[in-house]
């Protein structure tokens, strides 16, 4: 029982994090509601985030130390944040995250050109995939060009070649700082969001500011929701420690299922036909995404190993003889 729970709460977990991102809109789009613009919101939670993950995981500050990746980071984070946020709050929320979910084409492209990774031809089919179930949601006779129909779409695309970023750089990083925690890793991102969106909220003009008497309703969602998104990483983190990220990939595209599924009974937005058939093109370009990468990943075997036995099975069979090979001299003594 306990190892089918051992094999079991990483899938859970992943899912569980999926959830939340599936969910976040919702409060996001309470907070403008109130007043709150959406650059505002990014930064008041993203800040909540990082604070709560400091005084959570302080002992881990040490291993941190300065390199310009840290900010290159911050800033894609930044850019996630808010096309995210701002896009969630202001369009509508299957379209947005479909073209926030392109992540296949941009990942693609920036490990090319930062990570130095081969740009294969399965990658360049499976961006053009991506790219074309874009196409095919965002194109219509009456707009002409196939491109995001307002701010809030192009903010979900910015937000997703920035999420693409933060992930190629996540991997630079863990290779340049191997002695930096995780945690810390997440504090950058939200701490470098929170700085950003304070930055570009100065240019976004404000509206009716919230009441004296939903003062203290806006602090608790967005306090709240900076301790579940911080806490959500940690837990989405520690599931991935424990899954293939192929496997990972996939898990994680549950989160468009109840994106869709929130939006239909809060917003009361149901995606066309176009929405369908642009976002099944986009989850199919992740999913071989992921067993492209499974198939590139799985260790050759060995021509040396008999009888095909893995290293584990090969050293207890060794591990058996050579208690055989014991025993008998014991025997014979």
Not at 111 to 140: E, K, N, P, Y
Request: charged share 10%; net charge positive; proline share 5%.
């Amino acid at each position: 029982m306990n190892r089918r729970f051992d094999n079991t709460w990483p899938t859970l977990a992943i899912m569980v994090g999926a959830s939340v991102w599936g969910l976040v809109w919702y409060p996001l789009r309470m907070l403008a509601a109130m007043g709150l613009t959406g650059t505002v919101a990014s930064a008041t939670t993203s800040g909540a985030a990082c604070l709560f993950m400091l005084a959570w995981r302080r002992r881990s500050i040490r291993t941190v130390s300065w390199h310009w990746l840290l900010v290159a980071l911050g800033l894609a984070a930044g850019v996630t944040s808010i096309g995210f946020t701002w896009g969630a709050i202001h369009g509508q929320v299957m379209r947005v995250l479909l073209l926030f979910y392109l992540t296949p084409a941009w990942t693609a492209l920036f490990s090319h050109f930062i990570l130095r990774d081969r740009l294969t031809a399965a990658d360049a089919a499976l961006s053009l995939l991506s790219l074309a179930g874009a196409v095919t949601m965002l194109w219509s006779p009456e707009l002409g060009l196939p491109l995001p129909a307002d701010l809030a779409e192009w903010a979900g695309l910015m937000g997703g070649m920035g999420f693409a970023m933060s992930n190629v750089l996540v991997v630079k990083i863990t290779r340049t700082l191997p002695a930096m925690k995780p945690e810390m890793r997440t504090a950058v991102i939200f701490g470098g969001s929170a700085l950003v969106a304070s930055v570009v909220s100065l240019f976004e003009p404000m509206p009716t500011p919230p009441a004296a008497s939903q003062l203290g309703m806006v602090a608790f969602i967005v306090i709240g929701l900076g301790v579940v998104l911080a806490t959500n990483n940690m837990i989405v983190q520690m599931g991935l420690a424990r899954v293939p990220a192929n496997r990972a990939s996939i898990i994680m595209l549950f989160e468009l299922v109840v994106t869709a599924l929130s939006a239909w009974l809060f917003a009361g937005e149901v995606p066309g036909a176009r929405e369908w058939a642009g976002g099944a093109c986009i989850v199919l370009a992740c999913l071989l995404s992921a067993w492209v990468h499974r198939r590139m990943t799985v260790p050759a075997p060995d021509p040396a190993a008999s009888n095909d036995l893995p290293d584990d099975a090969s050293n207890d069979v060794a591990a058996n003889v050579s208690a055989s090979k014991k025993k008998s001299r014991r025997a014979m003594v």
